[in-house]
């Protein structure tokens, strides 16, 4: 995924401010995976928290439903099953990431002030807002998750 492990550089192109600060975001929760075997990227301390691969997951399922569901005719509702993904955690990197993919390109073709369809009063640029805030969320829970389960820590 673009952005790697650096802060994004401060730009005046406010679209690609937004996306750089989602990519770093999105980087952060891939690196979290990084080595996991299928066992400890569903593990979950004490049956609590989100694993992981949840977290991965939940993320993709995140951009799914407010882009395409904010921006198109189509709905997306809200599964619990997204927390307990049953695929390998490479599958769900390889989607969080081609989802990233599609989310920059609509972004990057639509204008910020685009109306969300979903939130009422709210446009693309609001949205964009929201994934990085949630997505900044999950990558500080993924960190947390990695830690407690084998001491990786970093960025």
Do not use: Q
């Amino acid at each position: 995924m673009p952005g790697g492990t650096g802060v994004p550089a401060g730009t005046g192109d406010e679209r690609e401010l937004l996306l750089s600060w989602l990519n770093y975001l999105r980087a952060a929760v891939v690196r979290k995976a990084a080595g996991l075997d299928p066992e400890p990227a569903r593990w979950r301390p004490d049956g609590r928290l989100t694993s992981v691969a949840g977290l991965i997951n939940h993320l993709t399922h995140v951009e799914l439903r407010w882009i395409d569901g904010g921006f198109t005719p189509v709905t997306i509702g809200r599964s619990e099953a997204e927390f307990s993904p049953d695929r390998p955690i490479e599958e769900l990197v390889t989607s969080y990431t081609e989802r990233g993919r599609r989310t920059d390109a609509f972004v990057r073709r639509t204008p910020l002030s685009e109306p969300c369809r979903i939130e009422p009063g709210t446009d693309l640029r609001w949205v964009l807002l929201h994934l990085i805030n949630e997505t900044g969320r999950h990558a500080g829970h993924a960190d947390a998750v990695r830690e407690l389960l084998d001491g990786t820590v970093g960025e």
